[in-house]
């Protein structure tokens, strides 16, 4: 017994002198920079929807980026109650260490998992089996209308799983979920099977494209479910039109997911489905959509959310903006908390342009005068940047962009410029999709390849006074 206790007061003098990225006072908001996650892969057992705690299995494929002798996760106590730890299926030693709180029922723990010194480029399986509790507010997993539900954004994803949580850190995610019959699970990615067990179900969801933890998603309840397919062809011109899905190219599942018997049912329906065709328009404006479905959820829920494949709706009206983030955010995603502007900017500009092809009216708004910063430290809650300012004066700072080169050409060439600039923006995706975009980086691209763009469509402008206009623009918005 006293070389078991003396056992555990050692590893937790060593866990907490050994270098603990994750508890540094910048974080808990950045990603543990020793690790690379490649994989969660999550077995769920759901008894009840009227349970308060729940028996899960993660198994997480990473590559340690330096030498070390501790792995850590972001894993908040309270809720992640780890029963055992392996790595490469040998039992590992492990200790949560405390954090620093914040005001958003945050406390920062940290899973610290004890290892032999492990090599820099070392591949590693490591697998928790815990119990998940449920949690009486809207963060982790929770329970509202008759179903269980997830919420990861911006840092929750701590509270059902130990994770490296952050932007930064995409991987890929699959879940088998088990659930009485009668229930339906779903999640990110598409349904690779059903398997079935006397009484039970087991759901077999795969994302097979990186997305960032505060995307992760799953939902277990009775769910009345909507499907059709969006099918399109791409010839070159930029609209929304769908087409019989026998003549199409692209084809992509649309599901949603409805409270049953809810009378404004068939309303949210025709809603989502009237937005949907917008995926045919980012797909034609900036590249094919590359998730496995377009999955909605119509749920209370502190806001809507974008989570990748599988979006919940807070209200139907914000469908259009969530499927913009599968481009900007999703896909191209932000590397830290202090570019939250990049998503939410973006996404709002995107918005804009697709309701103005739609009405003839662009909806953002970029009139956005706010004196607060649009780039901030990496070091920020995001939390207390959660307000109109990356949405809306990110999207101006955009258009203000747009408007600077525009004020380079002649009148008659304002149209090419109009088209130049959306080339600028697809060329901006398709060069850090499935990759993150800082706001350094974005200017820098900016400054490299405007003019050329605007050139090679017959746009002439001076590249010197166009790289004098975005250095103006530039230190005006973002004082870079």
């Excluded at 840092?155 to 659930?179: C, G, Q």
């Excluded at 955009?398 to 130049?420: D, F, G, Q, W």
Aim: glycine fraction near 4%.
């Amino acid at each position: 017994m006293f070389r078991k206790i003396f056992a555990q007061i050692l590893f937790f003098f060593v866990a907490i002198t050994l270098k603990a990225n994750v508890l540094d006072n910048v974080l808990p908001y950045l990603a543990n920079s020793e690790i690379d996650v490649e994989s969660y892969d999550f077995s769920i057992d759901i008894p009840s929807v009227d349970a308060n705690e729940f028996p899960v299995r993660a198994k997480i494929k990473l590559t340690t980026n330096n030498p070390t002798e501790q792995i850590e996760f972001h894993a908040e106590s309270k809720f992640v109650q780890v029963d055992t730890v392996k790595i490469n299926d040998a039992s590992a030693k492990f200790l949560f260490l405390k954090g620093i709180p914040n005001q958003w029922d945050l406390n920062g723990d940290v899973l610290a998992i004890r290892t032999k010194k492990i090599p820099a480029g070392q591949s590693l399986t490591i697998t928790i089996d815990y119990t998940l509790k449920i949690n009486d507010k809207m963060a982790g997993l929770f329970r509202t209308q008759q179903k269980l539900i997830t919420l990861s954004w911006p840092y929750y994803a701590r509270f059902w799983f130990p994770s490296n949580d952050s932007p930064l850190d995409a991987a890929t995610v699959s879940y088998a979920i088990t659930t009485p019959k009668g229930l339906t699970a779903v999640a990110n990615g598409e349904l690779k099977e059903i398997t079935e067990q006397s009484n039970k179900k087991t759901y077999h969801w795969a994302q097979g494209k990186p997305t960032t933890t505060y995307n992760f998603i799953f939902s277990v309840g009775t769910y009345q479910i909507y499907k059709e397919q969006i099918c399109f062809n791409f010839d070159g011109k930029i609209d929304d039109e769908r087409i019989d899905c026998a003549q199409a190219k692209y084809k992509f599942p649309l599901e949603i997911y409805l409270e049953p018997g809810n009378p404004e049912n068939r309303s949210a329906i025709e809603t989502i489905r009237s937005g949907a065709s917008s995926l045919i328009y980012f797909s034609k404006l900036f590249g094919i959509y590359e998730f496995e479905k377009l999955g909605f959820i119509i749920s209370a829920y502190p806001f809507s959310m974008e989570s990748t494949s599988l979006i919940v709706l807070e209200r139907p009206g914000a469908t259009v903006h969530e499927i913009a983030h599968h481009w900007w955010g999703n896909n191209v995603h932000i590397p830290h908390w202090g570019d939250f502007w990049i998503s939410e900017g973006f996404t709002t500009y995107v918005t804009g342009l697709y309701n103005e092809y739609k009405s003839g009216k662009n909806t953002s708004c970029l009139d956005h005068k706010s004196a607060e910063k649009l780039n901030n430290p990496p070091t920020i809650d995001p939390r207390d940047i959660f307000n109109q300012v990356p949405y809306c004066k990110g999207a101006a700072s955009i258009h203000a962009l747009r408007l600077e080169l525009e004020s380079l050409v002649l009148k008659e060439n304002k149209e090419a410029a109009t088209k130049s600039f959306l080339n600028l923006l697809a060329n901006l995706y398709k060069t850090h999709k499935s990759r993150s975009l800082s706001t350094e980086e974005f200017i820098k691209f900016v400054h490299a390849n405007a003019a050329k763009i605007y050139v090679d469509a017959g746009v002439p402008i001076d590249p010197d006074i166009a790289s004098h206009s975005i250095r103006a623009w530039s230190q005006k918005w973002y004082g870079l």
